[in-house]
Nanobody, 122 residues
Framework: EVQFVESGGGLVQAGGSLRLSCAAS????????VGWFRQVPGKEREGVSC????????YYGDFVKGRFTISRDSAKNTWYLQMTSLKPEDTAVYYC???????????????WGKGTLVTVSS
């Protein structure tokens, strides 16, 4: 059974930083793309960042613009999203996800965490 444990969401002021973590079990970590997606009510879920564990390729959404960094610890089956220079428009529920295929599209992800809320106040 695939399980994710997400942590790190919360309330932060604009310009601040947060680090999200996702610890996973139940699938072969090194054979998957792992990533982060976000969603606000009424909008489609969008890709924030992904890491392809097979080749090391990182993907970032255009809106990230150098503010976020994805990393992972294979020994712990865990990946992270370090977010800096946060803006109110970054407010969303952030989900970790994993897929056996390459790319960073939400419809390509097979496994999903339950989500963690990030709120950025102005």
């Amino acid at each position: 059974e695939v399980q994710f444990v997400e942590s790190g969401g919360g309330l932060v002021q604009a310009g601040g930083s947060l680090r999200l973590s996702c610890a996973a079990s139940g699938f072969t970590f090194d054979d998957h793309t792992v990533g982060w997606f976000r969603q606000v009510p009424g909008k489609e879920r969008e890709g924030v960042s992904c890491f392809d564990n097979r080749g090391g390729t990182r993907y970032y959404g255009d809106f990230v613009k150098g503010r976020f960094t994805i990393s992972r610890d294979s020994a712990k089956n865990t990946w992270y999203l370090q977010m800096t220079s946060l803006k109110p428009e970054d407010t969303a529920v952030y989900y970790c996800a994993a897929s056996p295929v390459t790319g960073c599209a939400y419809y390509g992800m097979d496994y999903w965490g339950k989500g963690t809320l990030v709120t950025v106040s102005s």
